[in-house]
């Protein structure tokens, strides 16, 4: 998607507050229309698509400069058996809390995104492997700890994760 200014005619040429809000309309429809191509829905992470893109250009990006990259990549345990066991209702929460510690640790340049299902990719630009074990470690720490619980009268459950790390250079 590309944002294209409207045709030059279209407004009623008033000058008026009118003429601002129709245009504040159709940018704020475009930004919805590439959200919705570019994030996850429940999670509100990037999807798999972008992050196709986003780390087709990081590789090249890196190769070119010679800089470090690394990927992080992470799969919520038994998720399966939280689905089976306790609802997908309850597993869509799992996946929030999971998608929210990954972007609390994460910088503004790296790009936290939902692979699928219960996997998650985080592109680390310019960070070796001691970089990405560091984010790795701070991740798991985040989720140590956190529960969810659907009722008063069941075990919590508690929310972990299987991490990988792939680095360039």
């Not at 999670?43 to 990259?69: K, P, Q």
């Not at 503004?108 to 692979?115: H, K, M, P, T, W």
Request: glycine share 8%.
């Amino acid at each position: 998607l590309r944002w294209a200014e409207p045709v030059v005619g279209t407004s009623t040429g008033t000058g008026d507050v009118t003429d601002v809000l129709q245009e504040l309309t159709y940018r704020q429809l475009y930004e919805q229309a590439r959200s919705r191509l570019t994030r996850d829905a429940l999670t509100g992470v990037h999807n798999r698509g972008y992050f196709d893109e986003a780390f087709t250009r990081a590789v090249a990006h890196a190769s070119r400069y010679g800089e470090h990259l690394s990927i992080v990549i992470a799969d919520a345990d038994h998720f399966k058996t939280i689905n089976d066991q306790h609802s997908h209702l309850m597993g869509d929460q799992v996946l929030k809390v999971f998608a929210g510690a990954l972007v609390e640790c994460a910088r503004a340049s790296d790009v936290v995104c939902r692979y699928g299902g219960d996997e998650f990719v985080v592109i680390l630009p310019n960070a070796d492997v001691a970089n990405a074990r560091a984010f790795a470690y701070r991740f798991r720490k985040r989720l140590a700890g956190r529960t969810l619980s659907a009722d008063p009268g069941v075990d919590a459950i508690e929310i972990t994760a299987t991490v990988g790390i792939a680095s360039l250079r």
